[in-house]
């Protein structure tokens, strides 16, 4: 079973407009990340949130986690056309292991 | 960006034939993750290794894959007798140190099995 999973498998959204991926879990965790996969291209990390943080900022980014109820959020405001991609979650189940959800495809359109 | 280089991009294998792709991961990564991610997206964790040793990989089913990080020289993953199901995109992560840290990714290996 999925230990992180993204709660949408796919997204549209106008240019210029908001939006929000949502992410449950079902372990403790150390942290949660959030990455964002481009097509024909490896994943690349977006923002980093420790379970002690309950928000954190990267340009138009912004993740939330909510330890007690195993859940985050990423919201992307006034989005572009480049915004398109699959973006996951990634939770650590131990030391070194990442365990990654299911990915939502968000599509930005013009 | 991540500096992480893979080779090749595209491997096509026939069912039964051997199948080795490449990862050098960013200069000064111990920490090194091989994942398997399918046509739905789904990543499957494969192996990781701190230097040279392994330190967890999953029950590579029938011995069919293995995996080393040699000192000085490519990571490489390979797959003993390929099989229709292994096609797959095969990402390799480098990391300073465990899960809790970035993992920075290659563009990956595209397998397709005939």
């Known amino acids: 079973s999925q230990l992180a999973e993204e709660n949408s498998w796919a997204l549209s959204v106008h240019e210029g407009e908001s939006v929000t991926v949502n992410c449950s879990y079902k372990?403790?965790?150390?942290?949660l990340q959030w990455y964002r996969q481009k097509s024909g291209k490896g994943p690349a990390q977006l923002i980093l949130?420790?379970?002690?943080?309950r928000e954190k900022r990267n340009g138009r980014l912004r993740a939330t986690l909510d330890t007690s109820s195993q859940s985050s959020s990423l919201s992307i405001t006034a989005t572009r056309c480049e915004d398109t991609a699959v973006y996951f979650c990634?939770?650590?189940?131990?030391?070194?292991?990442?365990?990654f959800g299911k990915g939502t495809h968000l599509h930005v359109l013009p | 960006n991540s500096k992480v280089i893979q080779t090749p991009r595209y491997l096509v294998k026939g069912q039964g034939q051997k199948a080795k792709m490449r990862c050098i991961p960013e200069?000064?990564?111990?920490?090194v993750f091989w994942y398997q991610q399918n046509k739905n997206n789904e990543f499957k964790f494969l192996i990781n290794?701190?230097?040279?040793?392994?330190?967890?990989q999953i029950d590579m089913t029938e011995k069919r894959f293995s995996a080393e990080c040699p000192s000085n020289s490519p990571c490489s993953l390979e797959i003993q007798s390929s099989e229709a199901g292994d096609s797959a995109l095969y990402l390799c992560?480098?990391?300073?140190?465990?899960?809790?840290?970035?993992?920075?990714f290659g563009p990956g290996t595209r397998l397709t099995v005939l």
């Open positions: 992560a480098s990391s300073l140190s465990g899960g809790a840290f970035e993992q920075y």
């Open positions: 372990t403790s965790i150390t942290a």
């Open positions: 949130i420790r379970s002690n943080e």
């Open positions: 990634a939770t650590d189940t131990n030391a070194y292991k990442v365990i």
């Open positions: 200069k000064g990564h111990p920490v």
């Open positions: 290794f701190q230097n040279q040793e392994v330190l967890q």
